[in-house]
């Protein structure tokens, strides 16, 4: 690139040289504004001004690793979820804004604010949900379990940097908390099947840990486990709320009704009008 180069000549690179690798050319400009903790209006006033030379480096290794495959967030080392800077390795799940609606539907039907609540969240990764409900609702006594007892670590290091009191345990989906009962269920579990593992993203594949993602019987596993688990933890008034597949609506809630017969289970949809959640009310 020549020198004395604006920001805007420079980011109409970064964003070609990523699309000529087949990649979306908005991540040049993500990348530059989380690096210089910008918004988009500091940008538009920065586009005829000229970049600095550290600056213009940083984003030239930033795109050598975006082309090489590394996820745009391992690159940052953060994700945003809920407004909220959370940390994320290899070892955890990238939070997706999708999931932010799942806090949306917990806060919705958990109101007035001031009711003391025992929140459990299974497989919780970088701890986004567990956290979330705790910095949302104080008052609320959260646990969260995870298998990986890497990623447990990062959940940690992220509640104590986000300042949330959260009971963290290692174990198997409900085995750590089998004695225990919960007011709410919250769980963004693997889903996708071993078949659309080729329809999966790259990378997706070679950055996030394969746990969080694939699940057997045709992506069911986790939900046919839940089921079967949560029955004795659940409290009278209790509440399910678990993230599915576009696909797996009926299965999914076919299998909590089944397990909690008197209950209200309902197929939730996301913005883009798919399904998205099952949640259940126990009555």
């Excluded at 920001?7 to 990348?31: I, K, N, P, T």
């Excluded at 979330?132 to 959940?155: F, G, H, M, N, Y």
């Excluded at 099947?193 to 993203?201: R, Y």
């Amino acid at each position: 690139m020549a020198i004395n180069q604006t920001y805007q000549e420079v980011l109409h690179w970064a964003s070609s040289f990523l699309e000529e690798h087949q990649l979306d050319g908005r991540a040049s400009e993500r990348l530059l504004l989380e690096r210089l903790n910008w918004n988009k209006t500091d940008l538009i006033l920065a586009f005829k001004t000229e970049i600095s030379t550290e600056i213009k480096k940083q984003l030239e290794k930033d795109m050598d690793a975006l082309i090489n495959g590394e996820a745009l967030q391992h690159i940052l080392g953060y994700e945003w979820f809920y407004d909220r800077q959370f940390k994320v390795t290899k070892d955890t799940l990238i939070p997706r804004p999708e999931t932010e609606e799942i806090i949306e539907k917990f806060l919705k039907m958990n109101e007035p604010e001031k009711e003391r609540l025992a929140v459990l969240d299974i497989g919780t990764g970088s701890g986004a949900i567990a956290i979330t409900v705790k910095k949302e609702r104080p008052q609320d006594c959260v646990t969260a379990v995870d298998i990986s007892k890497k990623a447990l670590l990062v959940a940690k290091e992220n509640a104590k940097l986000l300042e949330a009191e959260v009971l963290f345990l290692e174990g198997d989906l409900t085995e750590p908390v089998a004695k225990k009962q919960f007011d709410v269920v919250i769980s963004n579990p693997p889903y996708i099947s071993e078949e659309e593992k080729p329809l999966v993203d790259e990378v997706v594949l070679t950055n996030e840990p394969h746990l969080a993602l694939f699940a057997k019987e045709n992506g069911l596993a986790i939900y046919q486990r839940l089921a079967k688990e949560l029955p004795p933890l659940m409290k009278p008034k209790g509440q399910i709320i678990v993230e599915i597949g576009f696909k797996q609506g009926k299965a999914v809630a076919a299998l909590f009704q089944e397990a909690f017969p008197a209950s209200h289970v309902t197929i939730e949809k996301d913005l883009t009008g798919h399904d998205r959640m099952i949640f259940v009310q126990l009555p």
